[in-house]
């Protein structure tokens, strides 16, 4: 997501009293989605993220003029949400995280482990056998793992 969208569309998440959690453009021309995840302290609802995709929607329409063909997509990062910053892992130290990798690390591109420790651009996950020094640059996909109860 370009830096310009970043700009439009925080403060718009932000005034309306939610944290932007993460913004994603997938596929493109006619099935590029948009997807906007938000978050805050007693969950999101249904009327949550219609209320921001109703503002960032008309935001973007005058952005762009109307011209571009995409789908809004607005929702909770959820249980096993997206991690794509150090804050994100920061905030989740000692949680299982998955994490896939462009490149292998020792050998491997996927993980699986407890968030032991962050830096501003490694993350260290227990995997159990081991602890791995994972570059945040360097990931594919990083999602929390979680774990429940029976």
């Given at each position: 997501?370009?830096?310009?969208?970043?700009?439009?569309?925080?403060?718009?998440?932000s005034?309306?009293?939610?944290?932007?959690?993460?913004?994603?453009?997938?596929?493109?021309?006619?099935?590029?989605?948009?997807?906007?995840?938000?978050?805050?302290?007693?969950?999101?609802?249904?009327?949550?993220?219609?209320?921001?995709?109703?503002?960032?929607?008309?935001?973007?329409?005058?952005?762009?003029?109307?011209?571009?063909?995409?789908?809004?997509?607005?929702?909770?990062?959820?249980?096993?949400?997206?991690?794509?910053?150090?804050?994100?892992?920061?905030?989740?130290?000692?949680?299982?995280?998955?994490?896939?990798?462009?490149?292998?690390?020792?050998?491997?591109?996927?993980?699986?482990?407890?968030?032991?420790?962050v830096?501003?651009?490694?993350?260290?996950?227990?995997?159990?056998d081991?602890?791995?020094?994972?570059?945040?640059?360097?990931?594919?996909?990083?999602?929390?793992?979680?774990?429940?109860?029976?």
């Amino acid at each position: 997501m370009t830096p310009r969208f970043h700009s439009l569309i925080e403060p718009i998440v932000s005034d309306l009293g939610y944290e932007l959690w993460h913004i994603e453009s997938v596929g493109q021309g006619r099935n590029a989605v948009l997807r906007i995840y938000i978050d805050a302290a007693e969950g999101i609802d249904i009327e949550d993220c219609e209320a921001v995709s109703r503002e960032v929607s008309a935001a973007l329409d005058v952005e762009d003029e109307g011209g571009a063909a995409y789908s809004l997509e607005v929702s909770s990062p959820g249980m096993d949400r997206p991690l794509v910053s150090a804050e994100h892992f920061e905030r989740f130290a000692g949680e299982r995280a998955r994490v896939n990798m462009f490149a292998p690390v020792e050998g491997q591109r996927k993980f699986k482990g407890e968030i032991v420790a962050v830096s501003a651009d490694t993350v260290d996950l227990n995997c159990g056998d081991a602890i791995y020094r994972l570059p945040i640059g360097d990931m594919a996909k990083a999602r929390l793992d979680p774990v429940f109860e029976k």
